[in-house]
C-alpha cells in the first residue's frame, strides 16, 4: 500500500483551497499502483516509490474542473458595459484529457462576444476555460461548453469560440500522425446568423 505523507500543495486550486482529500489522493495512488504492476514495471523499485501518490496529485490537478463551479470562478467579475463592439479574447493554453484514451490533449481557445450591457472580467474567460478543459472531455465538447457558459453568465448578443488542439492519442498510439491539428468552432447568438461577424472573429484571431 501507498504510504507517505501528503503534500497538499500540488493539488490546491489557485485561491489555496484544497479540492480533495487524502482519503481520494490515497485510493487513486493505490490503484496507480497496480496500473504500474500490471504494465510490467517494479512499484517498489527506488525512482516508482513516490511514483502513486505524485501521479495521483497531478491527475487531480490536472482534472481538478469538476471541483470548480462558474459561481465561484465568476464571483461578481460581471461589470455593465454600453459598448457594443466585439470583444475578443485570444490564444488562452489548455491542458485536457480526451476521454476515449484519457491521454492528454491540448492547444488554445479564442472567443469573441458581442456584448449586451454586460463583460465579464478577462481571466474570468481563462478560468472557465480551465474548469471545463479540466475534465475527460472531447474537443467538440470542450467548445461548446465553453461558448455557452458564457452567454449564460453575460446574455451576450453572442458567444464565438474557435479550438485548435493537439491529441496525444493521435500521436502516441492509433494512427501515429504527429502533424495533425483539430479544430473546432461553435458559436451561438447573432454569430449564428451574421457570416460577417464570425468573418471579422476568425479573420482577427
Ligand atoms: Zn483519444
Partial sequence: MVKDTLD?????????????????VE????????????IGEDPTREGLVKTPVRAAKALLFAAGGYRKSTSEIVNGAVFTHEGSRMIIVR????YSFCEH?????????SIGYIPDGKIIGLSKVARIVDMFARR????????????????KILSAKGVIA???????????RGVEKQQSVTTTLDYNGIFATDPTLRHEFLSSI
Avoid at 490564444?91 to 489548455?94: A, T
Avoid at 475527460?136 to 452567454?151: F, G, K, P, S, Y
Fill in 27 to 38: 485510493q487513486i495512488a493505490a490503484h496507480y499502483e497496480a496500473i504500474i504492476r500490471l
Fill in 101 to 109: 484514451h484519457i491521454l492528454p490533449f491540448f492547444g488554445i481557445i
Fill in 8 to 24: 497538499k500543495m500540488d493539488i490546491e486550486n489557485s485561491a489555496g483551497n484544497s479540492v480533495a482529500d487524502d482519503s481520494v
Fill in 162 to 172: 474557435r479550438c485548435t488542439a493537439e491529441h496525444l492519442c493521435m500521436k502516441m
Fill in 91 to 94: 490564444d488562452i493554453e489548455f
Fill in 136 to 151: 475527460l472531455q472531447v474537443q467538440e465538447r470542450l467548445t461548446e461548453q465553453v461558448c455557452a457558459e458564457l452567454q
